[in-house]
């Protein structure tokens, strides 16, 4: 079963995810989580947390009390690849992630959320659950106002919000901002609202954990 928010939470909560890093906007990200004592769900690229310049990133991830998940190694749209691809991009990725966090890894996202049961079928053998959204602004290609006011009219306790702190190294410059500084600045103006309404961020097994 995909994880897309829980209709039946009491707390006042919400998980705010992120996808395509580590980056040089990930610290960011974090840095506001951490000002309104949140947390967040990082689905990271096998790729960028391969690079040693990248990985550390990860690392403060774990260490500010967030959370890591399996992003794929190089962000293809998985049911276009065969089964053995798809067995490669999830181990390659997971074994790069684990190593950089020292975390053993629960929770994957398909890019793009192309996904289907052959592929499942493909990566059932890791074991992960995947996480999917119950809302997504197109905060890649927004400016920052106009993600804000997506995110925060739709804003329930339970929602799974999924934003973007980085970009596949990869990714043609026509399909979306050149960096994720639009991002950043509506994540905190976000996070400034939910706290205003008396929400939290926090991870995807926090989520599930609370009442």
């Not at 840095?31 to 960028?48: I, P, R, S």
């Not at 997506?150 to 026509?174: I, N």
């Amino acid at each position: 079963m995909t994880i897309e928010g829980r209709d039946d939470i009491r707390e006042p909560i919400v998980a705010l995810t992120f996808d395509d890093g580590p980056s040089e906007w990930t610290g960011q990200v974090l840095q506001h989580l951490a000002e309104h004592d949140g947390h967040g769900t990082f689905f990271a690229l096998g790729c960028l947390a391969a690079d040693e310049r990248r990985s550390p990133t990860l690392r403060r991830v774990v260490e500010s009390g967030s959370e890591v998940g399996n992003h794929t190694y190089s962000h293809p749209s998985l049911p276009t690849i065969g089964d053995a691809e798809i067995h490669d991009e999830l181990e390659r990725a997971g074994t790069v992630i684990e190593a950089a966090t020292g975390t053993t890894l629960r929770y994957w996202r398909p890019p793009f959320f192309h996904v289907d049961e052959r592929v499942r079928e493909a990566i059932a053998p890791f074991g992960l659950e995947e996480v999917g959204c119950s809302m997504m602004p197109w905060d890649w290609e927004w400016d920052s106002d106009r993600t804000v006011e997506f995110v925060l009219e739709r804003l329930r306790p339970g929602s799974v919000v999924c934003m973007h702190d980085g970009r596949p190294p990869d990714e043609p410059a026509e399909l979306s901002r050149p960096t994720r500084e639009a991002t950043v600045e509506a994540v905190g103006v976000i996070l400034e609202a939910m706290t205003a309404r008396g929400l939290r961020s926090v991870t995807i097994s926090e989520l599930l954990a609370a009442d």
